[in-house]
């Protein structure tokens, strides 16, 4: 009984924060996403569910694809709550699993008949000292982010090729414009995640028609890498965001999701094969922030010393 109060409790928590990303007030006409298909991977919450809550709220047909159905299903479930008329479809899929991808995109494709926006959004991370991370962790991140963003992107492909519009838009961050200490995993897959931008906005422009763009996010409040989010949360709980990001506040997942749905509108269309910083200036600086968080990190380091086995005399 307890454990099924304590998935109650997850998933009201689950969908308040659903609500509480949907406070936007946008630049944009109401049809501004009118006739587009946008699938979203990763789009069950954080910024993939703020990107999804944007295209819909200005007229995008929206298929949200992740691992975990009753979480897509609730997502759905909270967009349609918005407006009666948003049309939101859940998708079971897993972007390490070509197999499932297929799949996945065959039921978009039955249930619209196209796709003309792809939001790579799926990633995984967590903070680990170089030294402690297992050959594991760091393919589990690399696998999801990287690969992930490959996998889904070239199985979009043949229903991008028949878009007028088709797009790809891929997540990035910042950690990998500077050196990210308990982050090589994460910016690593970021590094990588930039080439394909870039390479795919080349080859699949000059081919297709078809534009790849990048979005690196700053610390986006109420998401797991945001400021009270399970990644960072630890070393940023207490600190004045002044100190952090110049503009003195923290994103919001509209900042991401405007961005995205400004690349998908005319005014976008020269943009291709790049990657948009949308972080407040933060990057510039972030040495300053791994400096405040040293206690945190030292921290870590001294736990990682204590558990370790006297070494043999022998």
């Not at 479930?77 to 998708?91: F, I, R, T």
């Not at 200490?181 to 297709?208: M, R």
Request: aromatic share 8%; proline share 4%.
């Amino acid at each position: 009984r307890s454990f099924s109060a304590l998935v109650w409790l997850k998933r009201r928590r689950y969908i308040a924060s659903l609500h509480s990303i949907m406070e936007m007030k946008s630049p944009f006409r109401k049809d501004a996403a009118k006739d587009l298909v946008v699938f979203v991977t990763g789009g069950g919450s954080g910024i993939g569910f703020g990107i999804c809550q944007c295209f819909a709220s200005h007229g995008a047909k929206i298929a949200m694809m992740g691992r975990r159905v009753h979480k897509l299903e609730e997502a759905c479930s909270a967009l349609k709550a918005m407006d009666a008329k948003v049309q939101a479809l859940p998708v079971q899929g897993d972007v390490r699993d070509p197999s499932k991808l297929d799949k996945a995109i065959n039921v978009v494709m039955s249930t619209y008949g196209q796709i003309d926006v792809l939001v790579n959004c799926a990633a995984g991370n967590f903070m680990c000292a170089a030294e402690d991370l297992l050959s594991k962790g760091f393919e589990t991140v690399v696998g999801i982010d990287l690969q992930g963003t490959f996998n889904v992107s070239r199985a979009c492909l043949p229903a991008l090729k028949k878009s007028k519009r088709g797009l790809i838009i891929n997540i990035s961050a910042t950690l990998q414009y500077k050196a990210a200490p308990f982050q090589i995993h994460a910016a690593a897959a970021k590094a990588g995640i930039d080439v394909v931008t870039q390479t795919l906005g080349v080859e699949w422009g000059s081919e297709y028609g078809i534009r790849c763009v990048g979005i690196a996010p700053g610390p986006i409040a109420g998401t797991t890498g945001g400021p009270t989010g399970r990644v960072f949360g630890n070393f940023l709980k207490g600190q004045d965001v002044k100190d952090i990001v110049p503009i003195g506040r923290w994103g919001e997942t509209d900042d991401i999701g405007l961005t995205a749905l400004f690349l998908a509108t005319p005014a976008g269309s020269y943009i291709n094969a790049t990657t948009i910083v949308v972080d407040g200036g933060q990057w510039h600086d972030a040495s300053r922030m791994y400096r405040m968080a040293s206690p945190f990190l030292k921290a870590i380091a001294k736990q990682r010393q204590a558990s370790k086995k006297p070494k043999s005399k022998l």
